[in-house]
């Protein structure tokens, strides 16, 4: 029998929500769409429309040694095109924000190729050649795996994620790259860095209160999903947390 | 550090507040007789970015405003997260108390009570700064990091004397720390 991954335990829509985003064969819903230039605006690597500057010839171009993991793992676009690596990187909030930053490198690791992640508390960032990330980028904004007011695409002073919203509902961002419009729109007006933009970027809406309950990856008691509830994750966790204290002893059998 | 000799209060609503909201709160509250030192607190709205490629460049936010309280004038530094108070007595409170539930509607707010939220004895870092003879107003209110004094707004009429007070408040900020 083919093995079939689990992707992760649990059987709260926490959990679901969890194995939807890491299953690269489950089909993410797209909410709002954004172009190729409102990317690279957002991202702040090149100027929109420049072409890609380049860390190496192509590999057309090279004398490659022979080995045979080169025959096997093909180059994504990027590699082959010699593109510098490039980044992006997101901040969720913790109030029901509908990706996190173990989430994202997760769902990423099994969706993405080529790509050289960074996990903290707060914030999440993916490496990988710039042809790459400009597709990423546009994916992991125009799926469900982002919404405007609770993730910020934020490269530096990313302080936020654990602060309370503020009153309009937006995260904050000491940088303030993007705002909420009277229209009820959120707009990008920095790029990722802080960089004004020559034209502000359109996100869309704001996700409702109700949806991202629905959506997020985050257990929350206060706000959404509790913890608590999902009694197939507590006895994993717990599982795996007593097997690593017991490894720990380096038990013997006897 | 011991307690305060006078009663103090923290008002922390459930989200930070906008410049427009807090200027409304600290009329509401400067209003009070009673009230006689305000220290607000919330996240850091720099002036310029502070990290990263564009560090040094200048930071324009909506929420860095200048907002104006008893007719007193001064800038934002941070978003409003919460908003310290010592007052003259308890019955003080309960009319701050009165003054949040008319303002928050929108979303609920903790009213917390205490005497040690603001610092009520000179530190060491207070000796270094102002001497032995410090006024006492100061102390508690300034950040050490800042060279910048405490906002002083016209106190509210008072029926009592009350030792003759005058409101003061000061701004002041948390850290940016990256994680």
Redesign the interface.
């Known amino acids: 029998m083919a093995y079939k991954p689990q992707y992760g335990p649990g059987t709260s829509i926490v959990a679901q929500n969890r194995r939807n985003q890491m299953n690269p064969g489950h089909e993410l819903e797209k909410l709002r769409s954004v172009t190729d230039e409102d990317v690279v605006l957002i991202l702040g690597h090149r100027a929109p429309g420049a072409a890609y500057p380049t860390a190496h010839p192509p590999l057309a171009e090279q004398q490659e040694p022979e080995d045979p993991m080169r025959k096997i793992v093909k180059p994504t676009d990027g590699a082959k095109a010699g593109d510098r690596v490039r980044y992006v990187q997101f901040a969720d909030s913790m109030f029901n924000a509908p990706s996190q930053p173990y989430q994202r490198t997760y769902a990423e690791m099994y969706r993405f190729r080529a790509i050289d992640s960074g996990t903290l508390s707060g914030r999440q960032i993916v490496e990988c050649r710039e042809r790459d990330l400009d597709q990423y980028a546009k994916f992991l904004i125009e799926t469900e795996m982002f919404d405007p007011a609770t993730v910020g695409i934020r490269g530096a002073t990313v302080h936020g994620h654990s602060l309370r919203l503020a009153e309009d509902g937006m995260m904050f961002d000491a940088l303030q790259r993007c705002v909420l419009g009277d229209d009820g729109v959120v707009k990008y007006v920095k790029d990722q860095v802080g960089v004004p933009l020559d034209r502000p970027v359109d996100v869309g809406k704001p996700m409702n209160e109700k949806w991202l309950k629905e959506h997020t990856t985050m257990f929350h008691s206060l706000v959404g999903t509790a913890f608590r509830e999902d009694e197939e994750y507590i006895e994993y966790i717990q599982r795996i947390h007593t097997l690593r204290t017991k490894y720990g002893f380096m038990p013997k059998e006897e | 550090m011991p307690d305060s000799v006078f009663p103090q209060c923290r008002i922390v609503?459930?989200?930070?507040?906008?410049p427009a909201?807090t200027e409304r709160l600290l009329n509401q509250i400067a209003g009070i007789p009673g009230v006689r030192r305000a220290v607000i607190n919330g996240?850091?709205?720099?002036v310029t970015?502070?990290?990263?490629?564009?560090?040094g460049?200048a930071?324009?936010?909506?929420?860095r405003q200048t907002i104006q309280v008893r007719g007193t004038e001064f800038e934002m530094r941070g978003?409003t997260?919460m908003v310290t108070l010592e007052v003259r007595d308890e019955s003080v409170i309960e009319a701050v108390r009165n003054a949040c539930d008319e303002i928050f509607t929108?979303?609920p707010y903790t009213l917390q009570t205490g005497r040690q939220f603001i610092k009520s004895q000179a530190s060491l870092v207070d000796y270094a700064k102002y001497g032995p003879n410090a006024d006492e107003f100061i102390i508690g209110l300034t950040d050490p990091r800042r060279h910048d004094s405490p906002v002083i707004i016209p106190a509210a009429a008072c029926n009592d004397n009350g030792g003759g007070l005058s409101d003061q408040t000061q701004t002041e900020h948390t850290s940016?720390?990256?994680?």
Request: charged share 5%.
């Open positions: 609503p459930l989200r930070l507040l906008s909201t996240p850091s709205l720099p970015i502070p990290y990263g490629p564009a560090r460049a930071n324009p936010n909506t929420n978003q997260g929108a979303f940016n720390y990256s994680n």
